[in-house]
Every structure is written in C-alpha cells, then in structure tokens.
C-alpha cells in the first residue's frame, strides 16, 4: 500500500494547486473549474437538444454539483471536528472550513 502524505505535504498540496481556471472538452460536454474547485460552467454540445433546455439544465448542473461539493467540504469539516486534533490537522480543519464558507471545496 501506497505511503500516505505528511499533513504538511497535502497543505502545501492545497496551496499550489493553479490559480487559473481549468477547462476540460469532450466530444459532447465541456467544463470549466475555478481553482477552489467550483464549477463556473457546463456547455452541452449536442445540437439535437433544444437551446432553451441545454440553457436550463446546463444552468442546474452548474447550481447542482456546487452545492454537492459544498456540503461535502462541509460534512469533512465536521468529522474532523469530532477528532482530538494535533496543531496540523486543526490547520487543515480551518482551511477546509475557509474553503466551506466562501463557496466551495
């Protein structure tokens, strides 16, 4: 089994990931992620479905897998909160919460 990361090493992780946003294509499906990995965009490239639908469900998808993602990050927070914490799990706790309370993981 695969050693796991210092607290440290994932902190650190966290704090260099790329500033700029991230967009991904398919053949069917492009998105677009922040670096505090929020979903900014869904564009659905099938001309088969009607425009006023792909706007309103490209819309809802967008909403949708936001507020997963934030109630996951939240839901974390929490179970860390019932462990006795050392200094560098209390760390990653408050960044995990920083991340909760300004919009996403």
């Known amino acids: ?10 902190e650190r992780l966290l704090k260099s990931r790329p500033q700029s946003n991230v967009t991904v ?10 670096p505090r990995y929020q979903l900014l965009e869904v564009t659905i490239h099938i001309p088969e479905i009607d425009r006023d639908h792909r ?7 967008v909403k949708a897998i936001n507020e997963a993602m934030q109630t996951a990050a939240l839901a974390a927070a929490h179970a860390l909160e ?6 560098e799990v209390e760390a990653l706790k408050a ?11």
Do not use: C
Not at 1 to 10: G, H, N, Y
Not at 55 to 61: C, E, H, I, V, Y
């Open 1 to 10: 089994m695969a050693e796991m990361p210092s607290l440290e090493a994932f």
């Open 25 to 34: 294509k398919t053949n069917s499906v492009s998105v677009t992620v922040n």
């Open 55 to 61: 706007d309103a469900l490209q819309s809802d998808l």
């Open 82 to 87: 019932g462990l006795s914490t050392p200094p």
């Open 95 to 105: 960044a995990l919460q920083t991340q909760a309370n300004t919009g996403g993981p």
